[in-house]
């Protein structure tokens, strides 16, 4: 086994690299990240996040904290997509892509599928000229490192915790838009720890 205080030494770099990367996200909204908070709170259909990997699970979590705040969302898996399923992608609905590199083939081939029927295409990546950058509406920028990612950047690690981080920016300007109060919030939640902790606020 490695040295403790050099496995301590090498995560402590880890997430120095990632925090930064976040932080430095502050910097780089600009309209376009307006642009996709308009797309995502004036939708009159569906946010449908889709991806594949890491960035599939990052999709997936953005879907579900969409819900939370009273935009309906839901998680679509690319190469579930190119066997029927992207029939639930409907013209009033809104498609936002995850791929660090935006040349992710299952995920380019739904946005293909997707730019016929003119729904309008948010995608974040690290490549704004990529493939799905050039097929979208509103490219985010994500900037990722490759010394964040073990195996010269082909691991997503901290890349996909900066697509993520992007995520809760928009999430949170999504929640602030539409208002969604904290009754509103726990009328989601009737089960789990939220809804014991609302009965006991009532109880008070």
Wanted: charged share 20%.
């Amino acid at each position: 086994m490695m040295n403790e205080q050099r496995l301590l030494s090498i995560a402590r770099q880890l997430l120095e690299k990632e925090s930064a990367e976040i932080l430095s996200l502050s910097t780089t909204l600009d309209d376009a990240f307006l642009r996709a908070v308009n797309y995502l709170v004036n939708c009159q259909g569906h946010v449908i996040t889709s991806g594949v990997g890491t960035t599939g699970m990052v999709a997936r979590r953005f879907a579900h904290l969409l819900c939370n705040v009273g935009c309906p969302a839901l998680f679509l898996h690319s190469g579930d997509s190119l066997h029927g399923s992207s029939g639930a992608v409907r013209n009033q609905d809104v498609l936002v892509l995850l791929s660090k590199s935006g040349e992710t083939i299952e995920t380019i081939q739904l946005a293909e599928i997707v730019h016929q029927r003119q729904c309008p295409i948010i995608t974040i990546t690290a490549r704004p000229d990529s493939t799905l950058g050039r097929l979208s509406t509103v490219v985010l920028k994500v900037h990722t490192p490759d010394d964040i990612d073990p195996y010269d950047g082909l691991m997503g690690v901290g890349s996909s915790l900066v697509s993520a981080a992007m995520c809760d920016a928009l999430v949170f300007a999504v929640w602030q838009c539409k208002g969604m109060t904290t009754q509103d919030f726990f009328s989601g939640h009737p089960g789990g720890i939220i809804a014991h902790l609302k009965g006991a606020k009532d109880r008070r």
